[in-house]
């Protein structure tokens, strides 16, 4: 764009501005942290609940070898982007047919899922989280996810989206029953079951699974969090799977 309104500007001399100004707006986020958290409008009347979603994605970045001619170092690299975003219940609306949010708060961070949660929970109670009769986290089923839930969150309710419940039963009859034409049956039966409300039902089927297998062993105890049957059941933490917005 730079380009475009007549400006020179190298990729090198993008990146050094962008780490710059980055630096600053994380010294300014580092100050407002370490303040207690204000909130915005404290005249408005409690909700009824505050949304808490986290969910993260893998972003590509430069690696060490980056415009080396000859290197052994990857030039590109991979790491997870953590994202998590606040809403509180009456924010949530219907146009044309499709679900939107009236308002929002969104936070990003690369590193630590405990420093999101801190972020997080800091903007969230600057837009009414604490005074929200219920609170509710939406995870995707990645062990992180309720990790920050329980650190930052302890009393709210803990779902797992139903988008990601379905990959994690597919992932997980594959690795029970080792081909997906095998465990097909046994994953739409569990998806039939979901989709009619019958979640604690779901659970009970995938806590007595023989848990043999190292990967399902591991989705069982991630994903789902609860222990399989060689194991002293645990109550499940997310007891039911829904979608906020439809």
């Known amino acids: 764009m730079l380009r475009q ?124 989280l604490c005074r929200a009769r219920q609170q509710l986290v939406l995870g995707d089923g990645a062990p992180w996810t309720w990790n920050v839930a329980r650190d930052r969150w302890r009393g709210a309710e803990q779902l797992l989206y139903s988008y990601h419940a379905s990959q994690h039963l597919w992932a997980l009859g594959d690795a029970v029953h080792g081909e997906r034409d095998v465990a097909r049956p046994w994953v739409e039966q569990r998806l039939h079951q979901l989709r009619h409300g019958h979640h604690a039902a779901v659970l009970r089927r995938i806590a007595a699974l023989p848990a043999g297998r190292g990967e399902a062993r591991a989705i069982i105890r991630g994903a789902f969090e609860i222990e399989p049957a060689d194991v002293p059941p645990v109550t499940p933490r997310a007891s039911r799977i829904l979608e906020v917005l439809r």
């Open 5 to 128: 309104l007549g400006h020179r500007a190298d990729d090198a001399t993008l990146h050094a501005l962008a780490q710059r100004l980055g630096a600053r707006a994380e010294q300014q986020t580092q100050r407002r942290l370490a303040q207690p958290a204000v909130e915005a409008t404290p005249q408005r009347a409690a909700s009824a609940v505050g949304v808490l979603m986290l969910d993260g994605w893998q972003v590509r970045q430069r690696g060490p070898g980056w415009g080396q001619a000859k290197t052994t170092q990857p030039r590109v690299e991979y790491h997870e982007w953590k994202l998590g975003v606040f809403y509180l219940s009456e924010q949530a609306a219907h146009k044309s047919g499709r679900g939107i949010l009236t308002d929002k708060v969104v936070v990003s961070w690369q590193g630590d899922a405990v420093e999101l949660g801190r972020r997080l929970h800091h903007a969230a109670c600057e837009h009414g």
